[in-house]
């Protein structure tokens, strides 16, 4: 194999772990907003009233 092979090989797999890293990245950050969504939803529904998640106390 030559030099050029190695680096060629290198490149392809630092190219594939780049793409994986950006997906998971992207993964995490739409988990958080999710989060955020879900916990304005709850907000808004307690405060107007409707929420069936309502606390008792």
């Not at 739409?30 to 529904?45: E, F, G, N």
Request: aromatic share 8%.
């Amino acid at each position: 194999m030559s030099t050029l092979d190695i680096f060629v090989e290198k490149g392809r797999k630092e190219g594939e772990l780049g793409k994986s890293r950006t997906a998971a990245e992207n993964l995490i950050k739409l988990s958080l907003l999710l989060q955020l969504l879900k916990s304005r939803l709850i907000m808004w529904l307690r405060f107007a009233g409707n929420c069936p998640f309502r606390s008792s106390g």
